[in-house]
């Protein structure tokens, strides 16, 4: 049950930005500022969680090389 929710979140930032895609080109002039903010958003999220996944990374490896200079 856990995986599936985990997988139907990991689609939720790029429908994001689809979504502000499509919105953005099939709506008239004064409503498309609407759209931009989710794409904004799901563009943040995908950036964060790359970020952070680098920054997890780099801590294992640090903590890696920790251990192998003890012994």
Same mark, same amino acid.
């Given at each position: 049950?856990?995986?599936?929710?985990?997988?139907?979140?990991?689609?939720?930032?790029?429908?994001?930005?689809?979504? *502000?895609?499509?919105?953005?080109?099939? =709506?008239?002039? *004064?409503?498309?500022?609407?759209?931009?903010?989710?794409?904004?958003?799901?563009?943040?999220?995908?950036?964060?969680?790359?970020? *952070?996944?680098?920054?997890? =990374?780099?801590?294992?490896?640090?903590?890696?090389? *920790?251990?192998?200079?003890?012994?």
């Amino acid at each position: 049950m856990k995986f599936e929710k985990t997988y139907i979140f990991s689609l939720v930032a790029p429908l994001m930005i689809l979504l *502000s895609i499509i919105g953005y080109i099939s =709506r008239e002039d *004064s409503k498309k500022i609407f759209y931009l903010p989710i794409g904004l958003m799901g563009i943040f999220i995908i950036s964060e969680k790359e970020l *952070s996944r680098g920054v997890m =990374r780099k801590n294992i490896l640090k903590k890696i090389k *920790s251990y192998k200079q003890d012994k």
